[in-house]
């Protein structure tokens, strides 16, 4: 089912009363909700149609009439949402140099704490989230360097999305895959990218297609700095 228009409805109902201005009392509500509601109705089977009318009867009420321009009012005014206030501070139309200098003193001192090149850092944090401190992926990881939820709290990391923490933790697991693996870079990344389980269970770079791709084009970049 369409469910953002549900959960609009939803929402509605949770709003608290209110008066809205003398222009939006007089706006032509009928057909704002009709051509929203069509166009909803549009890709919805016959029983998800039956659903939303049925809810839209609802919407007949007076009251919900109210909170509904109050909800699109408040839509309206809304600026882009901000997952943190890192965002909010990064410049996304400038060079990719311009956007890792910004990370270039979080990364030396973790190069140094943990005796890495400070290339293969910005290397992996390329690759991973752009240099976006707020990136998150679809399985959960987060950050620069995209911890997952578990790997952060072993790393005691306990807030992913805070740059300092992000690179330190990062930094810190990829210096222990490299030991793990005797030096052995291409290694380290493909346990980063994999986990060091499927790198041990397959004797070498696992045969995923993600981390097949992974391995060499971080390594490229590490290189090529």
């Known amino acids: ?3 953002s228009f549900l959960q609009q409805l939803n929402a509605i109902q ?5 008066t809205s201005s003398a222009s939006r009392q007089t706006e032509p509500l009928p057909s704002l909700f009709s051509a929203f509601l069509q166009e909803q109705l549009n890709s919805l089977s016959f029983q998800q149609e039956e659903e939303v009318n049925r809810k839209a009867d609802l919407f007949l009420d007076p009251a919900l009439q109210q909170r509904f321009l109050q909800l699109q009012s408040s839509a309206s005014d809304r600026t882009s949402y901000q997952p943190v206030t890192q965002t909010a501070e990064l410049n996304w139309t400038t060079t990719l140099p311009d956007r890792s200098a910004r990370f270039q003193p979080l990364i030396e001192a973790a190069a140094k704490k943990y005796d890495l090149d400070p290339k293969l850092i910005h290397a992996v944090i390329q690759h991973e989230s752009n240099y976006n401190p707020t990136a998150k992926s679809a399985a ?12 952060a709290r072993s790393l005691q990391v306990q807030n992913i999305y805070d740059p300092q923490q992000n690179i330190d933790g990062g930094a810190n697991y990829l210096r222990q895959m490299i030991d793990r693996y005797n030096g052995d870079i291409k290694l380290a ?12 269970r397959y004797g070498g770079i696992p045969p995923f297609k993600e981390t097949q791709a992974y391995v060499p084009k971080v390594y490229n970049t590490y290189m090529n700095v």
């Open 1 to 3: 089912m369409n469910l």
């Open 14 to 18: 949770s709003l608290p009363l209110g």
């Open 140 to 151: 959960g990881a987060g950050g620069l360097m995209q911890l997952m939820p578990g790997t």
């Open 189 to 200: 990344l493909a346990a980063y990218n994999a986990g060091p389980g499927n790198v041990d």
